[in-house]
DNA sequence: AGACGTCTGACTTTCTTTGACCTATGTAGT
DNA sequence: ACTACATAGGTCAAAGAAAGTCAGACGTCT
């Protein structure tokens, strides 16, 4: 078995005992699995990116931790779907309008957050000097990266 | 837990018994958790300062003190302050998540609309081939649009 | 062999803690 | 009033503690 694999199981372990969220020292890991450090990066990255439903935050200096949080579960499946099917690489204000009043609609999301989400993807709010092409690719990137947080929220 | 952690809690249990304002010796705080008397103003210019909702002011020589001062702000009072004077032109992502956390302590936001704020800014919601500066640009437009949207939630 | 996934190590960045030195205020002696 | 000393807080740079990044070495399939 792959390093790499040994780590994320037991990422997971840890997971599924203690809840949805766990901490654990960087150093501290690498020490127990013996390898470098960076190596749990790498594991982060790769096993626990918020494409596979996970969330993650860190601090360093003394006392630094890397906190990560199981995102997918169910009752987020409709915003799953969302950020991985139906929103694709680009998302003009229209389609992101159009969106989240269905969200609102659906009751997904509640009204303040629709309002939120809107006044992020604005136009007034990206009013920097970058091509169309690009702040539509922003713009479904954010839109994405926002859903999953409130998947975050709907969790148990 | 940090040291730093502890004073900070040390003080804000203070805070909480005494009213909004508390007086303390700086070197009598630092013997108490046996650190240097300088610790105390680490602690104070990363946790208590006005950005965090506080004043300080102090006095040197005989008698002298440090005093602690919550300033009480209401809700749409702190947003416009950051909309029209603290936040610039420009926000690099750790200001940005830096003045979430803030607002967030301060309850003039909820830890929901906080992680939604947050990924809105996040480098991996704006991931797309363009300048920092340019993000960084964006990233204040966008953080005053989200603000003043709370804002007209708030109505108080 | 080539492509892709893994792993490491050197270097960087961020946050914390300490200590040496500096400045302001009060008090006592002349 | 002036000087001197004690008291107390301020500043800053350097060391320490952790985590992040990234290029390149290494493996493992096809």
Redesign the pocket.
């Given at each position: 078995m792959?390093?790499?694999d040994s780590i994320e199981q037991f990422i997971k372990e840890l997971l599924n005992q203690e809840s949805t969220e766990v901490e654990l020292?960087?150093?501290e890991l690498a020490e127990y699995f013996g390898?470098?450090?960076?190596?749990?990066?790498?594991v982060l990255a790769?096993r626990f990116s918020p494409d596979h439903g996970y969330l993650t935050e860190?601090?360093?200096?003394?006392?630094?931790?890397?906190r990560i949080v199981r995102v997918v579960q169910s009752g987020s499946q409709r915003l799953m779907y969302l950020v991985n099917d139906r929103i694709g690489d680009s998302l003009s204000e229209e389609e992101c309008l159009r969106l989240i009043s269905q969200l609102k609609e659906q009751m997904i999301v509640t009204a303040d957050e629709a309002a939120l989400m809107a006044s992020a993807v604005s136009t007034r709010a990206l009013s920097v000097p970058v091509p169309d092409v690009l702040k539509d690719a922003m713009r479904a990137k954010m839109m994405k990266s926002m859903l999953m947080s409130i998947a975050a929220r709907n969790r148990n």
């Open positions: 792959r390093l790499s020292k960087r150093n390898c470098a450090p960076s190596q749990i990066n790498y790769t860190s601090r360093r200096g003394g006392g630094g931790y890397i």
